[in-house]
């Protein structure tokens, strides 16, 4: 299928598409495409774990603000930039070097789901987490991160059913929101996030309120606007109902069981390992989209229970009746472990079966031999 997709956000049209167009120009034409998406997933992984080193628990913010250096910050500004920067100029290069493949698509998505949870999580740092006076609650983080991932598996169940992929006007915001808070935090310290800034509110309030708003009340209606138009003109993908909500089934039992886990834990997981918990949710996150969005490229219709929701289930009900016990956390450590490479693995082998279907080599422009 070709892949197209529909840009509206001024944003993106009038200031960050030109920036885009003159930084392709220093890119070698002998680059692939897939090596600079990576490349920016690379990066944000790199953060990632950066911060994760000086702030494994969402503390460090809080109650001792000097304790992530203010280079990290920065470092943290400078990443998330370029992975932005790549992943905004895969596409132009993959047409510019003609080099434009299913697998690039979903390279670039597959990486894109995985890679919004951990630029929620790297951004819960910054206002660390609540201990009495400031910060966030593991549950708001929680709750905050599954509306992100909410939003981007909207755009990807629209583009299964209308075929066309409308760009979520949040994405560039949240971009560029993510750079100046880092920016922010370089140059003033994380005071700033500790301080009200109008009316007894803090920024993260704010920030709060701009994410949930744009999601409720802009993504999902556009989505639904979008699907409903689509109907309308019969261009929609599917013709049953059943069809068009399967993709969704899978995401919701995911949050359900997840929501469960917290909601009931004995030990109180998500207060106690909030970083291993929230990972967990979106590598499993991103892992159930992925095929929705293989299926959305390939006219397939995705299973009903994605195969992670079984385990998921076992260790949900062994946590919530006490049988797991003191044992609660080693066990999601062990899952989590158990999930993360599961899905890198899903990766690898769709990434080779591709490569070999299509006779094309993942991270070189050369053509492989026929055999």
């Excluded at 809080?62 to 990443?79: E, H, K, Y």
């Excluded at 995985?114 to 790297?122: G, P, Q, R, Y």
């Excluded at 289930?313 to 946590?319: E, G, M, P, T």
């Excluded at 993360?340 to 591709?354: P, S």
Aim: hydrophobic share 50%.
């Amino acid at each position: 299928s070709q892949y197209s997709a529909v840009d509206t956000n001024p944003l993106s049209v009038y200031i960050m598409q030109p920036i885009w167009n003159e930084i392709i120009k220093i890119v070698p034409l002998w680059i692939a495409p897939n090596l600079l998406t990576f490349s920016g997933f690379v990066m944000i992984l790199v953060n990632y774990f950066l911060i994760s080193f000086y702030d494994w628990d969402y503390t460090a913010s809080g109650t001792s603000p000097g304790l992530v250096p203010t280079w990290v910050w920065l470092f943290s500004a400078f990443t998330t930039f370029c992975a932005y920067a790549l992943d905004s100029i895969d596409g132009k290069h993959a047409r510019r070097t003609q080099s434009s493949t299913p697998l690039g698509e979903l390279f670039d998505h597959g990486l894109d789901s995985w890679a919004t949870s951990i630029f929620v999580l790297s951004f819960f740092s910054v206002c660390s987490r609540d201990n009495g006076k400031t910060g966030v609650s593991v549950y708001t983080m929680y709750i905050y991160l599954s509306i992100v991932l909410f939003n981007f598996m909207c755009s990807h169940w629209e583009k299964y059913n209308t075929g066309v992929l409308f760009l979520p006007w949040g994405y560039d915001i949240s971009q560029v929101v993510l750079i100046a808070a880092y920016l922010l935090t370089g140059a003033v310290g994380v005071e700033v996030w500790q301080k009200p800034f109008l009316f007894g509110y803090y920024i993260t309030d704010a920030l709060v309120i701009l994410l949930i708003g744009f999601s409720l009340f802009l993504s999902f209606p556009q989505t639904l606007y979008n699907i409903h138009r689509a109907h309308l003109k019969k261009t929609l993908k599917n013709d049953s109902l059943y069809e068009g909500l399967l993709p969704l089934v899978s995401p919701l039992l995911l949050f359900i069981l997840l929501t469960v886990w917290v909601v009931l834990s004995p030990g109180n997981i998500l207060a106690k390992q909030p970083r291993l918990f929230l990972w967990m949710v979106g590598v499993a996150f991103s892992n159930v989209i992925c095929k929705v969005i293989i299926c959305q490229m390939s006219s397939t219709q995705p299973e009903l229970f994605h195969w992670f929701l079984f385990p998921l289930a076992l260790v949900v009900y062994a946590a919530i009746s006490g049988l797991l016990g003191w044992t609660e956390e080693v066990v999601l450590a062990v899952f989590t472990a158990l999930v993360t490479a599961a899905h890198v693995h899903y990766g690898v082998c769709v990434g080779r079966q591709l490569s070999e279907h299509l006779n094309i080599y993942i991270f070189s422009l050369k053509k492989r031999v026929q055999e």
